[in-house]
């Protein structure tokens, strides 16, 4: 039972890295389409959109080996920081890596959907204002459509994080429970998560970012003759308040529940 149970990991894991690098090789290839568009091709945003929606589902899917390659160059930063706790952390979140790969799914693709889609938009309509042209009704629908597919995104992100979170961190009860019994305060307790949640949201708006300026790119040089939009820093840095703020106060808050059990009755629960 156990080979078998091993058997079948190992292939969810081959198709599931066979799955994450045709995303990115068909997203790659959709993101760079854009430069054999015209500036005026009504399609032109429809490659680098999907294709940086691919990019973010490819990275989605790595997210387990993504993480642990980030853990292996942040853990000298992170030991010089925080000190023993940081070392603590780095080695927790390695162990954990499969189990925190669902955080960093919906970090991943709302930061790189939400970003792609709402800058590319806003390169649109800033080509449309500087040509002297009014917005047509269909350019108005497809402004609206953007707007509903990003919002769809954002909610179902949003509530696949925060449960995802929430699960994660109840399920910690006895390790938190452990780690008070062994001397640590709940504010140690509280601040391993925070790190925690520091490098999560770090390593999902990167390679988040890195999907969506894939995307990005291409079209504001077609549409436009410029790289980014003008409101390319302001559209990013609300995407990642957004997903900051889901991250750190559904894992702390939850974790500040967990803590108000006595750590006694919290090991002798969950074992």
């Not at 994660?168 to 601040?191: H, I, K, M, N, W």
């Not at 997903?243 to 808050?253: H, M, W």
């Amino acid at each position: 039972a156990t080979r078998n149970a091993a058997g079948m990991r190992q292939g969810r894991g081959r198709a599931r890295k066979f799955a994450a690098w045709g995303a990115l090789a068909v997203g790659a290839a959709g993101v760079l389409s854009t430069f054999a568009m015209k500036a005026t091709d009504a399609a032109l945003m429809a490659a680098p959109a999907y294709g940086a929606i691919l990019l973010s589902v490819g990275f989605a899917l790595l997210s387990p080996a993504l993480l642990r390659a980030l853990l292996d160059r942040a853990e000298p930063l992170l030991t010089a920081l925080t000190g023993a706790s940081g070392y603590l952390t780095v080695r927790n979140m390695r162990q954990r890596a499969e189990q925190l790969s669902g955080v960093l799914m919906p970090l991943i693709l709302f930061t790189g959907m939400a970003t792609a889609t709402l800058c590319m938009q806003a390169a649109e309509n800033d080509a449309i204002k500087s040509s002297g042209l009014a917005e047509s009704v269909e350019d108005k629908n497809l402004e609206t459509l953007n707007f509903v597919v990003v919002g769809i995104i954002v909610v179902f992100a949003c509530v696949m994080l925060v449960n995802t979170l929430y699960a994660a961190t109840s399920y910690r009860v006895r390790e938190f429970g452990q780690q008070r019994l062994a001397g640590a305060t709940p504010g140690q307790v509280l601040g391993t998560v925070a790190v925690e949640s520091l490098v999560l949201t770090v390593t999902g708006v990167f390679f988040g970012t890195v999907a969506g300026l894939a995307g990005i790119v291409p079209f504001t040089t077609v549409r436009t003759d410029s790289i980014l939009p003008g409101q390319g820093l302001g559209i990013w840095l609300t995407v990642v308040a957004l997903a900051a703020t889901a991250t750190f106060v559904t894992s702390l808050g939850t974790a500040r529940r967990t803590l108000r059990v006595r750590a006694v009755d919290a090991v002798a629960i969950a074992a």
